[in-house]
């Protein structure tokens, strides 16, 4: 496919190589697949497992928030391995725990196993949450790459509504069902880690390593031969300039865009999108005392809206900008949760105004802060210093979710469902004053333009 071609042809990646390219990224973002599968199954296994395994409460939100613990273990040591072992080498590593874990979540008798393998799924996950985008990012064209790493994004939105139609599918199985939901998984975990061998290392990362002929390999299969070499040396020159501390994360031009990050990753978790997502079912069972099939059923149209409305964001973030769309997202989610909470409150709980809510509740997060948060953090920092910001950000976003993931059934029985939906509109509303007061616009700037700013706002 990287035979000579025309200078036109290598100025302008022909059909052939841009089919590889997106086949490339497609591959990489089946871990993005497997992540949001592996997050989401839980919400309707839990209902035959708590029973199955005489769950109590706290039990039930151990064996919904272990995978978070391994989430942000596998995000914390994704970094130190890729750039030891290479990144493919880490997502085909990634693969098989995805794999392994899924089937061994399916054998449990006592919820220390479980929670034993739903720690292994995490460190893929967090793992497949940090690599996956890194490895799209680091060998996608310049023209097409925001709109490849999106497919991660799009990726894991797919995977949970697969998740929801899965269940929903084995609900009839019976008592034991959950086992074949955990299971199910293994299918695309084992076709990841196929399809990794046919497709190459980051060039990138192999520039760093100092294996240029192959990096140039690599490229030219990408790019085209005449395009490869001024790539390369892009690189090699990038791969230069990063060679800085950890340390530099904190200096003072860099400490209000890290607070923001941190911020911005604390809080798209714990304004309470996850307790849709895992307990999902478990609401519609205890608060408005719907069938196992209904709960599970009415799980499919959360996810069909949060696909519907991620496409939307793709679409709109670059038209509307990061600020008006968070904006958007956070007020909306403090709207919906504030009724929510009052329709809990009322003397008779009623499906239809509880899913409407819910709906609105996730087509808010999924338009602007699930998305969006994402890309505010890819543009907060300069380049040499991105990777180990996101790492940082990365690990916070999963441990706050663990601590929502923890807490949601035990707010529920202080506060009462209502008490607790308006805790998070307070943290929603919270998201919305701090985007409108502290986040800059980063539609249209540069990087570089992006860096000069902070330095600005630091020397005032």
């Not at 990794?196 to 760093?208: D, I, M, N």
């Not at 990038?238 to 209000?256: I, N, Q, T, Y």
């Not at 304004?271 to 499919?300: E, H, M, P």
Request: with cysteine; glycine share 10%; net charge positive.
């Amino acid at each position: 496919m990287a035979h000579a071609q025309n200078s036109s042809a290598a100025a302008s990646p022909a059909p052939e190589r841009t089919g590889y390219v997106y086949w490339m990224a497609g591959v990489a973002a089946t871990a993005g697949l497997l992540f949001g599968f592996d997050i989401a199954v839980i919400n309707g296994a839990l209902v035959f497992l708590r029973r199955q395994l005489h769950l109590t409460e706290l039990g039930t939100e151990i064996a919904a928030s272990s995978l978070l613990l391994g989430c942000a273990a596998g995000a914390g040591i994704a970094g130190w391995l890729s750039d030891r072992f290479g990144r493919r080498r880490v997502l085909i590593l990634a693969a098989a725990l995805f794999a392994v874990s899924s089937l061994a979540a399916a054998l449990p008798r006592t919820l220390a196993e479980f929670v034993a393998a739903r720690l292994l799924a995490g460190v893929a996950t967090g793992i497949a949450s940090v690599l996956a985008p890194l490895y799209i990012s680091e060998n996608a064209p310049a023209r097409i790459r925001g709109r490849l790493v999106t497919l991660d994004q799009l990726a894991i939105v797919i995977g949970i509504l697969l998740s929801y139609i899965v269940n929903w599918s084995l609900a009839g199985l019976g008592a034991g069902s959950w086992r074949w939901m955990f299971a199910a998984a293994a299918v695309p975990a084992a076709g990841l880690g196929l399809a990794l061998l046919f497709v190459p290392e980051s060039a990138r990362w192999l520039a760093k390593e100092g294996r240029r002929t192959e990096a140039l390999q690599v490229l030219s299969r990408l790019h085209g031969p005449e395009a490869a070499g001024r790539e390369l040396a892009e690189i090699e020159q990038a791969v230069r300039e990063e060679a800085v501390s950890f340390r530099e994360l904190f200096r003072p031009a860099l400490r209000r865009p890290l607070r923001l990050a941190l911020a911005l990753a604390v809080l798209q978790q714990i304004t309470g999108v996850n307790t849709v997502f895992y307990y999902g079912a478990l609401i519609f069972r205890d608060q408005v005392k719907s069938s196992r099939a209904t709960a599970l059923g009415l799980d499919v149209y959360i996810g069909l809206v949060n696909l519907l409305v991620t496409l939307v964001a793709i679409w709109v973030i670059d038209r509307l900008g990061r600020r008006p769309l968070l904006m958007l997202s956070s007020g909306g989610m403090a709207a919906s949760l504030l009724l929510l909470g009052l329709e809990f409150r009322s003397a008779q709980v009623a499906a239809l105004p509880v899913l409407l809510l819910i709906l609105a509740y996730i087509a808010s997060f999924g338009v602007g802060l699930g998305p969006g948060v994402w890309v505010v953090l890819s543009e907060l920092f300069p380049t040499r210093l991105r990777g180990r910001a996101m790492g940082v950000a990365t690990v916070s976003l999963w441990l706050a979710s663990l601590l929502l993931t923890m807490t949601f059934l035990s707010l529920v029985r202080a506060l009462g469902a209502g008490g607790a939906f308006w805790i998070y509109a307070g943290l929603s509303l919270l998201t919305f004053l701090l985007v409108w007061r502290g986040l800059p616009e980063t539609k249209g700037r540069s990087l570089e333009q992006i860096e000069a700013f902070w330095k600005a706002k630091a020397a005032e």
